[in-house]
């Protein structure tokens, strides 16, 4: 009779832990699910960071292009100013040449005046129009130095909130082990 009871004993022993058991997988099955479902949440957060990552590297590769093409303005505005030196010294030169020859002089002279007025009118536009454009950079930089920030602090936010979550999975998965043993 006592080896009867100790069988009925133990029987329900293992139908209570076989219980307990089914309930512990059920409850790692469904955090298992939440994890997959927070893994592929995370997957999209990681896709949407490399594509803000183009993004920003397409910028700056805009950025870098505009650069490029204000050096060689710049290249090309010292190259301007040097042929106008280069043209008022040659002008310069035939002056004080010319003068034993007034008549032809006087022609040429005048002729010159004209077209070192137009390079000085061409210079002029040219000088505005670069001044312009290093207007319209500095904005950009600006509003380029302005989408970074934010895009620095929106990243921040999403790391502290992943941070956040990883936290809490970590404390939901040791507070199971500890339960289980």
Do not use: P
Request: charged share 50%; proline share 0%.
């Amino acid at each position: 009779m006592d080896v009867e009871k100790t069988i009925e004993f133990i029987v329900r022993s293992q139908a209570k832990a076989e219980e307990r058991a089914n309930r512990a997988d059920k409850r790692l099955d469904r955090l298992e699910e939440s994890m997959l479902e927070r893994d592929k949440h995370l997957d999209r957060l990681e896709e949407s960071i490399l594509e803000r990552d183009k993004r920003l590297d397409r910028f700056e590769e805009s950025i870098l292009e505009r650069d490029k093409r204000l050096y060689e303005r710049d290249k090309r505005l010292d190259r301007f100013k040097e042929f106008i030196l280069e043209s008022q010294a040659k002008a310069e030169d035939r002056a004080i040449k010319a003068d034993g020859r007034a008549t032809k002089a006087d022609k040429r002279l005048d002729r010159l005046e004209r077209v070192v007025t137009k390079l000085a009118v061409t210079g002029h536009r040219f000088r505005n129009d670069v001044r312009q454009f290093h207007g319209e950079v500095r904005q950009f930089m600006t509003k380029t130095d302005q989408a970074l920030s934010e895009t620095t602090d929106k990243l921040n936010t999403l790391t502290d909130n992943l941070n956040a979550l990883i936290d809490t999975v970590d404390k939901l998965v040791r507070r199971n082990g500890k339960e289980r043993k």
